[in-house]
């Protein structure tokens, strides 16, 4: 009885999977070329590593900045009240804080930096638009550009 239902389900998903439609709508030349040879900075590795060391750099900060403020008060609420155990609590927030502070300004230096690498490096497919030998008419050349900037 197992083995059957197993079947059944795994049929069943067979058949939903392969009885799906999509909208085909046939492309024009310029969006197929627009399509399939995009290429801009955004694809680039330094791009990549923009994203990640700045989602990483953002979240160090975002999260340092809490147990900062928190480190400080209960430090200061401590030296009010002579807690001991409070100091303690406090300093245990302050360190890891104060370093994940200035531990996140170079990463989101080093992430703006490789922003400004992957700007300055692109390459582009394009159509260059020519007036054909006809009055009406209109050629189209695909091109290919390279932009590195210093």
């Known amino acids: 009885m197992k083995q059957i239902l ?3 389900l795994l049929v069943s998903l067979t ?3 392969y ?9 024009t030349s310029e969006q197929a070329v627009e399509l399939t040879y995009s290429f801009d900075y955004k694809q680039t590795d330094e791009w990549r590593k923009y994203k990640i060391m700045r989602a990483v750099g ?3 900060l975002g999260a340092s900045v809490p147990l900062v403020f928190f480190g400080v008060m209960f430090t200061g609420f ?3 009240y002579n807690d001991q155990d409070l100091q303690a609590v ?5 360190i890891p804080g104060g370093t994940l502070l200035v531990g996140s300004i170079p990463v989101l230096i080093c992430a703006y930096n490789y922003r400004n ?3 300055n490096m692109s390459f582009g497919v394009s159509a260059i638009h020519t007036p054909g ?3 009406g008419s209109m050629a189209y050349t695909p091109a290919l550009s390279l932009s590195l900037s210093f």
């Open 6 to 8: 197993i079947f059944l």
């Open 15 to 17: 058949c939903h999977s």
């Open 19 to 27: 009885g799906q439609t999509y909208a085909n709508r046939p492309a």
């Open 58 to 60: 953002w979240s160090a």
């Open 78 to 80: 401590s030296a009010m």
């Open 90 to 94: 406090g300093l245990g927030l302050l």
């Open 117 to 119: 690498k992957a700007r």
């Open 133 to 135: 030998l006809n009055s």
